[in-house]
């Protein structure tokens, strides 16, 4: 049971639940667990994704060792020091941040999901190691919901034809939508950008005769909307390793 006093704000007003990392990941399953209930949705279907970038090796883990499983990096270099530093551990590592064409080639046959996809080139790219590593790198489209100029993504407009494009690529495989909304202090006001992204992309199901799986959505301050909108990977950081500096 989550009091109250559990929670401490900071000035961004995010929350961040002052307890040892494995209380503090079983809150925060239980508040993906709640979400789900409230809308009718298996807990099964969403996968807490730990964005761990500035968190060093020894805290990621730590979390593993409470359980937690998959971690997504958003920089190309800082994710190879901490998959050498991990290599023991089964991590199901996930790329997040935006990447640049020739950084691809460290990524593939490390990285299970990339969830930044957001260009022709960079699908081109991604099939040209892929086919050399004689692997389906698994991808995300990432949305720029919100047409923020400083956020990577295409426009919901775009996404038809990099989809139309990737269908080209056999290495390639994409499994849904991600997006990074605006921030929002009220949860409620950022709804609209997640049903917007489970809506495009039934559109594009619905289009091209496909099914797919994900919908990567949701942060700290955010997740419990996504969830109810559909999320079925919600990334979240500060919640559960506390503030960057
Ligand atoms: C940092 C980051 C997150 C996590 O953000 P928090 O607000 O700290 O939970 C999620 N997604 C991406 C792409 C990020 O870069």
Redesign the pocket.
Known sequence: MIHITDWSTDVCG?RYLIMHECERLKSIMKLIEKACNRVGRDPEEVTL?G?S?TVPPERIRAFYGCGLRTF?E?RVQEFLKKYEALAGLTIDWHF??RLQTNKVKHLVGKVSLI??LDRVSLAEEIQKRAQKADLVQRVLIEVNMGGEETKGGVSPKEVFGLFTHIQNLPNLKVEGL?T?PPYRENQEEVRPFFRGLRELKEELEHRFGVRLKHL?MG???D?EVAIEEGATIV???????GE?N
């Open positions: 995010l994704l964005a970038k997504g958003n997040i941040g969830h930044s991600m990074i990567s942060m700290s301050h997740f990334r979240i950081g500060t919640m559960l390793f960057r």
